[in-house]
């Protein structure tokens, strides 16, 4: 069969990276720079209240700056530590978050794998310092042609302008545009934003999740060997 894509568009976060080893790892540096007890129901906490606000700014509702600014606050308040600096903990979590750099299994393996035949790219929501600390820690670093940041850019996925930036930046013609996807573990993110952008999208799905959202991916794969197969056209 004939290899389908030649430009790849990674999502970072639960596709390529083990956000949440990532996350726990600098959450427990923050905690214990501060004080804070650190058990489970206080990671549970922050976890929660940070995932709510990244649905709010996936949907448009809240902007990133308004993110960074609610989310440790929100999590002093309900653990009534109201003492210490949220500013200055979304400042230590961000610089922890950056040193954490873990790939899911496989990860490295499929971006080695389709380099000879792909240009690879990751698009991803999330802040300067703590998605460039990782790239630049990780071993992918060497199949990443670039990394397009939505608190570099100004807008985010799923937004059309997001991918419109990207487009324009790659000088893409739309016949290039047509052979590039989408690969993301976001339903309401990666591929509401392929959708968004006229993007081929393959959701990621390895804990096979029910999808009830109405947004429908181009393709579904629960394992790195079938993203990989899709691309070059082996199924």
């Known amino acids: 069969m004939k290899q389908r894509y030649d430009v790849i568009l990674f999502d970072a976060d639960r596709t390529l990276f083990d956000f949440d080893q990532s996350q726990r790892l600098a959450l427990g540096e923050v905690y214990r720079a501060n004080g804070i007890a650190e058990t489970e129901e206080n990671l549970r906490t922050y976890v929660h209240l940070n995932d709510q606000l990244w649905a709010r700014f996936d949907k448009g509702e809240i902007s990133l700056e308004e993110l960074e600014y609610v989310r440790f606050r929100s999590f002093t308040e ?28 496989g990860a490295e393996a499929l971006c080695k794998a389709l380099a000879p035949y792909c240009q690879q790219y990751i698009v991803t929501n999330g802040i300067k310092e703590a998605q460039e600390g990782r790239l630049e820690r990780s071993p992918i670093r060497q199949y990443i042609r670039k990394m397009y940041i939505s608190g570099v850019m100004g807008v985010g996925k799923p937004q059309r302008a997001y991918f419109e930036l ?3 930046d ?20 990666d591929i509401q934003g392929g959708v968004n952008g006229h993007l081929d999208t393959i959701w990621y799905n390895p804990k096979h999740k029910p999808n009830d959202t109405g947004i429908c991916p181009t393709w579904e794969a629960d394992s790195f060997d079938t993203v990989k197969a899709v691309i070059l056209g082996q199924v």
Not at 78 to 103: F, K, V
Not at 171 to 179: G, I, L, P
């Open 170 to 189: 790659l000088h893409m013609t739309w016949e290039r545009w047509h052979r590039t996807v989408i690969v993301g573990d976001g339903l309401s993110s």
């Open 78 to 105: 309900a653990l009534g530590l109201t003492n210490l600096d949220a500013n200055q903990l979304n400042g230590q979590y961000i610089e922890a978050l950056g040193r954490n750099s873990i790939l899911l299994p």
């Open 166 to 168: 990207v487009y324009k």
